[in-house]
T-cell receptor, first 110, second 112 residues
Framework: GEDVEQSLFLSVREGDSSVINCTYTDSSSTYLYWYKQEPGAGLQLLTYIFSNMDMKQDQRLTVLLNKKDKHLSLRIADTQTGDSAIYFCAESLYGQNFVFGPGTRLSVLP | KAGVTQTPRYLIKTRGQQVTLSCSPISGHRSVSWYQQTPGQGLQFLFEYFSETQRNKGNFPGRFSGRQFSNSRSEMNVSTLELGDSALYLC???????????FGPGTRLTVT
């Protein structure tokens, strides 16, 4: 079946860039997503990319997709303490059958 | 536009009881999906409803059920609660035609 993998933890210094990586197995995935979850809250959609794109930039966020290697990354520029959260990578087939990764806990150190 | 709302936010039940959780999607969204989130298993898909019909189902026992009403509001029910059902239950809505799925704040269920 489909599987999405992420490293579980990442620590960065405030002001540095964070890069969160994700790999997926389903080559038919059409959309790939990044969600953010803060303590006690639901998942907040940060950004998503269509599978025929290589890159998408949205303010401090840059998403890179390597479809050949089935690798997705999220880069957060100038990471702030408010970026501390769990980040989930997810894939879907035309907005259906979502599969989520285990989440990467990002800790931003002052 | 109001976001996805879930009620109640917190719930404590004892083993053997049943529970009903409610989700109101974003206005205009007809698809509602339910997920269970636990520290050990992560985010697991329960089921999806679209236009009052269950369209997809995850790998959960029959104790977990749901339904959707004509106004797209959805409920999920868990019968004969077990300790392992303690989790954050998240609801997400979408139009199904678009790629984006939006989550509610979740219902934290504790089974004692």
């Amino acid at each position: 079946g489909e599987d999405v993998e992420q490293s579980l933890f990442l620590s960065v210094r405030e002001g540095d860039s964070s890069v969160i990586n994700c790999t997926y197995t389903d080559s038919s995935s059409t959309y790939l997503y990044w969600y953010k979850q803060e303590p006690g809250a639901g998942l907040q959609l940060l950004t998503y990319i269509f599978s025929n794109m290589d890159m998408k930039q949205d303010q401090r966020l840059t998403v890179l997709l390597n479809k050949k290697d089935k690798h997705l990354s999220l880069r957060i520029a100038d990471t702030q303490t408010g970026d501390s959260a769990i980040y989930f990578c997810a894939e879907s087939l035309y907005g259906q059958n979502f599969v989520f990764g285990p989440g990467t806990r990002l800790s931003v150190l002052p | 536009k109001a976001g996805v709302t879930q009620t109640p936010r917190y719930l404590i039940k004892t083993r053997g009881q049943q529970v009903t959780l409610s989700c109101s999607p974003i206005s205009g969204h007809r698809s509602v999906s339910w997920y269970q989130q636990t520290p050990g298993q992560g985010l697991q898909f329960l089921f999806e409803y679209f236009s009052e019909t269950q369209r997809n189902k995850g790998n959960f026992p029959g104790r977990f059920s749901g339904r959707q009403f004509s106004n797209s509001r959805s409920e999920m029910n868990v019968s004969t609660l077990e300790l392992g059902d303690s989790a954050l239950y998240l609801c997400a809505s979408s139009t199904r035609q678009e790629s984006e799925q939006y989550f509610g704040p979740g219902t934290r269920l504790t089974v004692t």
